[in-house]
């Protein structure tokens, strides 16, 4: 090799060297799970706070840095006071392509001194904001909001938590339970008309439900309204392995069948569920079961 290619080839190596050397280490953003708390500002109360805010999306100085799944760490290049942000995030209809910032949850915030190589851990805790509504069904009280459909063979029972064959730690006193066999083998409800849903077009509705159960469930929307009544099935919560079954929480987005509907009417829940195919007995599981929306 002549002298006139090795000087462009050091030329190139101190070049890349200074570059690398000028580069500033990162900053660790540590973000552990969210905790859910109580607002003491609330207009209605929330009911038990359970939650499945699995996501954060997260801002430094206003700049979005991108959405993870909590715990995370996160290595980001800025240096000096910064304001991190984190908004609650959950999986819209239960599905995990659709990651979104929970509109009901307050976000949360900190002021830190960011400084190359080390770590900013942060502890997220949110609240439903204060001009949350709440329609909400916990099992708690005598009697319930939701009535088994004459049609329906099978039946919604309240039963106490802890004394009901599940021995995972649980949140309240009771829960709800339906029960199939091949001659019960099917449950039809709809929360009373009494106390019905004033959802409005356009705005954030979402049915928050937890669940654990070896059938399927269909939940959905009854719109009444004076040219009739519509039944809008929704989302289906798949059955579990009886083996590996567990409580679980969804967050079931109504926006779109609100935004469907006729504007001079209103809702209720509507629930259905028949023996899954090939199968002699299943077990549905239910308990704080919200809707939520402004």
């Known amino acids: 090799m002549t002298m006139k290619h090795i000087f462009p080839i050091l030329g190139l190596i101190f070049l890349v060297s200074s570059c690398i050397k000028n580069n500033p280490d ?6 552990n799970k969210w905790t859910l708390e109580a607002n003491p500002n609330a207009s209605e109360p929330a009911g038990e706070l359970t939650e499945n805010l699995s996501d954060a999306w997260v801002y430094v100085d206003n700049e979005f840095i991108g959405v993870f799944e909590l715990p995370c760490e996160i290595p980001v290049i800025y240096s000096g006071e910064k304001i991190i942000r984190v908004y609650p995030a959950m999986l819209d209809n239960g599905i995990s392509a659709t990651k979104k910032i929970y509109p009901f949850l307050d976000y949360y915030e900190i ?3 960011m400084v190359e190589n080390e770590t900013v851990t942060i502890d997220p805790v949110t609240r439903y904001k204060a001009n949350v509504k709440f329609w909400i069904e916990d099992f708690e009280n005598a ?8 049609t329906s063979t099978s039946s919604l029972e309240t039963v106490i938590a802890g004394g009901s064959g599940i021995e995972e730690p649980f949140n309240g006193n009771n829960f709800g339970r339906i029960t199939l ?3 019960n ?19 954030d509705a979402y049915l928050e439900i937890d669940y654990h159960n070896t059938n399927r469930l269909t939940t959905g929307l009854l719109s009444v309204s004076p040219s009739g009544t519509v039944d809008n099935p929704n989302i289906q919560l798949n059955p579990q392995e009886e083996a590996e079954v567990e409580w679980k929480k969804i967050y079931i987005n109504l926006k779109e069948i609100v935004g469907n509907s006729p504007t001079d009417g209103y809702f209720q829940l509507s629930f259905q569920s028949l023996l899954d195919d090939e199968d002699t007995t299943g077990e549905i599981n239910i308990d704080n079961i919200k809707v939520v929306y402004y």
């Open 26 to 31: 990162p900053v660790w953003i540590k973000i």
């Open 111 to 113: 002021s830190d001194d």
């Open 181 to 183: 066999d091949e001659t």
């Open 185 to 203: 083998n099917t449950w039809i409800a709809n929360s009373v008309s009494s106390d019905v849903l004033n959802l409005s077009i356009g705005s």
């Open 143 to 150: 009697g319930t909001k939701i009535e088994d459909d004459p």
